[in-house]
């Protein structure tokens, strides 16, 4: 096969290397570990509770018992879920990419007084947990009266989207050549046009690295949903997920339907972005 | 066309561009963090209008009082040492092979990096059913394999069970740490490689004097991101045990959890909070100072 005769020839050398074949046969049994969980998931999803119990637990399934992910569907309350999910998961990330690019932009390119302090303080955010302060927090959403509505979950999760995402975007907009804004700036323009015509539409390779980031981690939060989101008919995915768990243990069919169903949608946007995810978080994360 | 709308001074158009993320981000991260070190100083369930001012009472409750504090802070510093070594051991052999000119690279790094996307409740519940002791993966083939001595009730006995969620964060984080060594990886010049394998260095020495030299901030940013996202370890923990059997599994940041949104005792809740808040800050701190200077050193 021509990826092989290609294959495992380190950088500088045009010889197969033996050590690396070896090495990779052993890593390729590694990875099949690794994906060992998903298989069962799949395989578990697809059989009756009495194939369930009655089969070994690596099996294949016999009969494939997609009634499975229906009858979760129903069971679990996924229209609820998925909705909340997505109303959620859709106004919060394009509006704190949105707050997050403006503000690193000004941090980067507009001469303020307070560059430094304000830069530092939203690196600070970046590395302050979250799940140390669901009181207070639950307790500020509280008093603006906001708990068991989209707003209330919305405002927190922009809140600790917002420091990391300005980091990023500051070390690009940083990379940006001085003389780009300053030509537009001797002609006129003021920050707020350079910002929407110049910096938003180079930065887009990043924010659509930092778009699946944060969908992800928005679709999957679970903690401060946990808190503010007490209503059954609020809950998102991962809430449902949960009860879900905890209500019909011994469906364990139904339960990795449940699972799939969750995860599914996350693993299809990362799998369809994973390209831009890397190269675009490279540029911004660990740039050299 | 008129010039008669509206302009603002430079620095007023930076101040309006910054507005937005920064309210949001004081209201909503900042204030509490204040606010709950204000509540670790006080006595407050939750209901009443006034919280009473205790001073210091709440942290000697928790370290005097509480039968479960040091367990939980005992596992929090244990698992969060462990979650910086291993699965970055492995993160990092991964990166390294899949850096490599080897068949199947991209197939094999999204099965690695597929468990990080899959929220931590699923990875937990996936877990928790592998993990049954009747019908779970793992005692299945013990089973099968006639290796019935072995055979446990992994979540269940409380002398496992830490480890037995720990198995789980460890399949789950790995694929993290593997993207970001493998972008340092990528960003080694090629050039200085073959410029060392023309002078004669060999497979460890290529490694020892180029690769692991140029990885040094790679490495920093891997290690302080894993320690801190262990600290906060709460959702696959709450997810697979719920801090049980007998608080076997009981993590600081749940803890502080239980105590304020649960048993209803906010002051103590967040002394604990305080408590690991603090822990945090010893990481942070120096971290961000180092982060700066290379940031300036850069310029």
Known sequence: MKVFSQAFRPVGSNKVDPVLVALWIA????????????????FTSLKSNSTVMGSSAFSPPTELAFGNFAAAWARGNFSTT?????????????????????????????????????????????????????????RQVNAFG????YPGIILPYLAFGIPYQVFILYGFFSTVPKELSEAARIDGASHFTIFRRIFLPVSLPVLSALLILDFVATWNEFAMALVILQDPRMWTLPLGLMNFQSQFQSDYGQLNAAIIMTVL????????????????LTSGAVKE | MSKARLTLRPSMQGY?????????????????MIDVIRMSFSSWNGLSPQAKFVGLANYRAIMTQDPVFWGALWNTLIW?????????LIAFGVALALNQNIPGRSGLRIVFYLPVIIASIAVATIWKWMYDPFFGLFNGLLTSWGLTGWIMDWLGDKKIALWSVFVAHVWQSVGFSMVLFLAGLQSVSTTLIEAARIDGAGRWGVFRYVTLPALVPTMTVVFVLSLINSLKAFDIVYGMTGGGPAQSTQMLA??????????????RGAAVSVVLLLITLVVVIPYMRWMFKREDMGR
């Open chain 1, 27 to 42: 890593f390729i049994l590694f990875a099949i570990i690794w994906i060992t969980p998903f298989l069962f998931i799949v």
């Open chain 1, 82 to 138: 998925a909705f909340n999910g997505i109303v959620i998961t859709f106004i919060k990330v394009p509006l704190g990419l949105f707050v997050s690019a403006m503000a690193a932009y000004a941090l980067a390119k507009v001469p303020m007084r307070i560059n430094k302090v304000l830069f530092a303080l939203f690196v600070f955010g970046t590395m302050l947990p979250f799940q140390v302060m669901l009181a207070p927090i639950f």
């Open chain 1, 146 to 149: 906001l708990i068991n509505t």
């Open chain 1, 265 to 280: 949608p996350a693993a299809i946007v990362y799998l369809m972005f994973q390209r831009y995810f890397v190269s675009g």
């Open chain 2, 16 to 32: 309006v561009l910054l507005a937005p993320a920064l309210i949001v981000y004081l209201l909503f991260a900042v204030y509490p």
């Open chain 2, 80 to 88: 969060t040492t462990t979650a910086v070594i291993v699965p970055n």
């Open chain 2, 254 to 267: 749940m803890w502080a959890y239980t105590q304020s949104m649960q048993l209803g005792v906010f002051g």
